[in-house]
């Protein structure tokens, strides 16, 4: 008798051990894959791209364990809309991981209908409440842009993205040109995101989506971000090399 109520005993314990041990892992699987606040998430990037100018970048979540954790789903923290120049690789510039991040690169970081429903996929589908529009210092299709005359093949349907920051960037009093340019191109992308219906104008109004934007300084590493949606940072004031053909 004494027998059958320690085996009782033991299999109550078990159960219960085995009850908590997998309400702790639906907990652990709730919280990871539960979406990034938008402040949270810039603060990561913040904190990534500091590691990364001070060289002590962490380079983490790039293994196999990794790999296999992604594989059959992702969930990023954070949606980067920034320039197909091959010196400005996000996952590297924020420090950041697999499945981290959900970027859209374009040159000049222009969007069109199919860029937008990329966006739309990430901010609807997969959760993410942050979208960062990152330009950056010496943009080629900017440069391109300000520099005018017709451009060969396909090129010119993308300078005609950028034309409207070249004519607002043109009436600034400070600033150089490029730069200027390069942030009015941003703070216009940033403006297409945040009103473009249904999906993205509806997450912003609910508080569930946060679109701003940012300045890549390719000299330094730095990230700076802009203050919100519709406001720029204090304009870089850097020559304009990329007219002289540094890009």
């Known amino acids: 008798m004494g027998k059958l109520k320690f085996k009782l005993a033991s299999s109550v314990i078990l159960s219960l051990s085995i009850i ?27 904190e990534g791209n500091n590691r990364y100018v001070l060289d002590k ?41 697999i499945g981290d991040l959900f970027i859209i690169r ?36 900017v440069s391109a842009a300000v520099k005018g005359g017709e451009a060969p093949g396909h090129i010119s349907n993308l300078v005609k993205y950028i034309e409207p920051a070249v004519e607002k960037a043109k009436h600034m009093k400070t600033g150089g040109l490029i730069d200027n340019a390069i942030n009015e191109n941003v703070s216009i992308t940033v403006e297409k995101i945040a009103e473009s219906e249904p999906i993205l104008k509806e997450l912003r109004e609910k508080g569930k989506l946060k679109v701003t934007g940012a300045f890549y300084d390719l000299d ?18 850097k020559k304009d090399d990329a007219v002289h053909g540094k890009h």
């Open 57 to 97: 970048s962490e380079n983490p979540r790039q293994n196999s364990a990794r790999r296999s954790e992604t594989a059959e789903s992702q969930h990023p923290f954070a949606i980067i809309v920034t320039c197909s120049d091959s010196r400005v690789p996000p996952e590297i510039l924020f420090d950041q991981g």
């Open 220 to 237: 330094s590493g730095a990230v700076q971000f802009f203050k919100d949606k519709t406001e720029n940072t204090e304009k870089v004031e």
């Open 20 to 46: 908590i041990s997998c309400a702790n892992m639906n907990a652990n699987a709730f919280e990871k894959n539960s979406p990034v606040a938008p402040e949270s998430a810039i603060q990561k990037l913040i």
């Open 106 to 141: 374009t040159a000049g970081n222009v969007i069109d209908s199919a860029a937008v429903g990329s966006i739309e996929y990430a901010a609807e589908h997969l959760g993410v409440q942050l979208i960062v529009v990152l330009g950056h210092e010496r943009c080629g299709a």
